[in-house]
């Protein structure tokens, strides 16, 4: 086999007069400068678009402000001392923690929930559609979902919704008494008779404040109790009269009464009746009430539940993060979903049949199987999450950004605000290049091991 190799090389270069080596090495250089010609264009837009912004992003940040005079490490001692970037810091490392794992975890959740129905595909479209929108876009979107006024926010409009279904807030919030008004201020923001009531005399309760387009469905215009004897009766309605006129403490013809208003006849610190004031405002209680101080509950007068502060400073990190998870879940779960639909079903089966249950399967068998799946998800969540920028800089509030501020935020606010430090925001560039480098290094390590096999 040599000789014929050798004669068939001889017969190649016979009319080169080159060895069989050297055509050999003339063609591999060749094939080199073929490879470097081919190359060529994208390593100078690498150098141009990542090594040369990397080496200049490091040599700036050993300089002042201007960039004329060398300051060492300063910069870098002063994202250790600002608050501001240390703040970023501590958000950074929470969305590191929080939102790669909680995306994931929905992906795989959705992948294997999905899997068995037959609207599966339709629904795995919903959830993968919010990756067609933009970061700025979904900004917007959840800037107006986490809106605090429920007649705007969806968030709150449900967690209103459901709030009052429980604990009913009161029709009357900003209800107080008038000028010489029976009433007087009591413990815990109620309103009590100044003198006790006596049966067969009618009580009035005059009460201001209260706008007529909040008054509760079902108001009627307010009328004087009658007397009745052994009983204690009354009316509480608005004492005021729309366009002016009217006397102050009397019910007037016009003024409505306080439908649902809650009335409690009070004797040495005890409740002894209780009554409700019907839709013209008149109430009516037994003789256990007579000689008692009448009392309107603070109840009465709770404010409307006004939902929760998700842009606020405590809930605004969470609340970004969510927006993140919603737009990213998408995404893990149609790669969970490519290599669930690559795990041997014979394995899966074989584990049922030996008596496994199906939370059994899921966590030896399919958990296990999906593996190099899963690192592969998170390693590209968290090295996109170390980016993140856009989504805060949208949804937070201007009052609140530092609060929910993050390493890249810093970064551009830093280098282009309006007090801009060109050199402490190279410093800040640089920090988060370190702390992705390490993510990628695992990423590199792990595409090497899979190629090995």
Known sequence: MTATVTTSDKERTAGTGRSPRSARSAEARRRRLVAAAFLLPALVLLGA????????????????????????????????????????????????????????????????????????????????MPMAISMLAAGIIFRLVYDHDPDRGVA?????????????SSAFPKARPGRDSP??????????????????????????GV????????????????????????TAWQDFTRGGGGRTNEVDPTESGFSGMRIEAVRDGRVVDSATARADGTFSLSAKADGALLRLPASNFREAYGGVQWLGPTLVTPAVIGAY??????????????GLAAVPRELLEAARVDGANEWQVFRRITVPLLGPVLVVVLVTLVINVMKVFDLVFVIAPGAVQDDANVLALQLYRTSFGTDAHP?????????????VVPVMLVNIRRLRKEGSR
């Open 211 to 234: 706008a007529p387009e909040e008054l509760p469905e079902g108001t009627r215009t307010a009328k004087a109790a009658a007397a009745e004897p052994g009983r204690v009766t009354g």
């Open 423 to 435: 050199g402490l925001g190279s410093a800040i560039a640089v920090l988060l290049l370190v702390l």
């Open 183 to 208: 009433l007087v201020p009591a413990e815990g923001g109620a309103f009590v008779t100044s003198t006790p009531v006596r049966a067969g005399t009618p009580v009035l309760l005059p009460l201001v």
């Open 49 to 128: 678009l990542v090594v040369h912004p990397i080496g200049y992003s490091l040599y700036r940040s050993f300089f002042d402000r201007s960039g004329s005079a060398f300051v060492g490490a300063d910069n870098y001692r002063e994202i250790l001392g600002n608050d501001t970037i240390r703040t970023a810091l501590k958000n950074t490392a929470l969305w590191v923690v929080l939102a790669p794992a909680t995306a994931t975890a929905l992906g795989l959740i959705f992948a294997v929930l999905t899997e068995r129905v037959r609207w599966g595909t339709a629904f795995k479209l919903l959830v993968f």
């Open 325 to 338: 998870v919603w737009m990213w879940a998408g995404f893990a779960m149609v790669l969970i979903g490519a």
């Open 156 to 168: 709150n409009a449900v967690w209103v919704g459901v709030h009052d279904t429980f604990a009913e």
